[in-house]
């Protein structure tokens, strides 16, 4: 990982940026984030959100869109990418009522390659970010085995949650080793000693990062992003893992 790769999931400070999007960027830039994932545009347009990233040197890594945005309009999702000069376009999570068994996992797998196949026809590159469930028995299967098998390589990609694949209970460096021509983005947020559902900022858990890292760079991870659901203090969570993961950085 070199810090030119570090990125920010800016769900992370999603109160902030719903008051203030232009403000939260800026204090984010200061703090020496050179890179964020939008989940939304904070009341912003795209081109409005390009023009403050701009300005403050601030590069998209990729963005969350939900999945609702791809069902209605796709090609809306692509000139959102453009606009903000985004290359990735992930889908943060898949709803219950898209996933309740092996034959709604192969639908929404033909949805992933259909929006795929748009993505890379428009230079992008479509990615699935996963949680914990699909690591779940699902019949004889799992949800993470059939999007894996029944999604097109070349059209679809995973951004891994490291986090949460060990959360459900399976090794992120055996995931990060098996799909890792398919992963341009990693997400970082680190586990509690108990192994409670609550996340930490990078380096301040027992998620095993100097050999996650050290994979991710070997299958050529793209954009190492830091991310917490909830965080106890955002902005000074969000400092916390950037002075982590640029201590674990190769400059």
Known sequence: MRRDQISLQLYTVREHTARDMPGTLRRLADIGYSAVEPAGFGGLTPRELRRVMDDLGLRASGAHVPIDAWDSDPASVVADMHAIGSSH?????????RRPDADSVSRLAEDFNRWGELCRAEGLTFSYH??????????????????VRETDPDLVHFELDLYWIKYGGSDPEAVLRDVGDRVSLVH????????????????????PWPDLVKTADEVDVEWFVAEQDNPRDAMENVEISLKAMQRLSRD
């Not at 376009?89 to 009522?97: D, L, S």
């Open 89 to 97: 376009a992930t889908v943060p999570m898949a709803p219950p009522e």
């Open 130 to 147: 996963n949680h914990d469930f699909e690591f779940a028995r699902l019949g004889g299967t799992t949800m993470w085995e059939l999007l």
């Open 188 to 207: 970082l947020k680190d586990m509690a000693p108990d192994d409670t559902r609550s996340d930490l900022p990078v380096g301040e858990g027992t998620m």
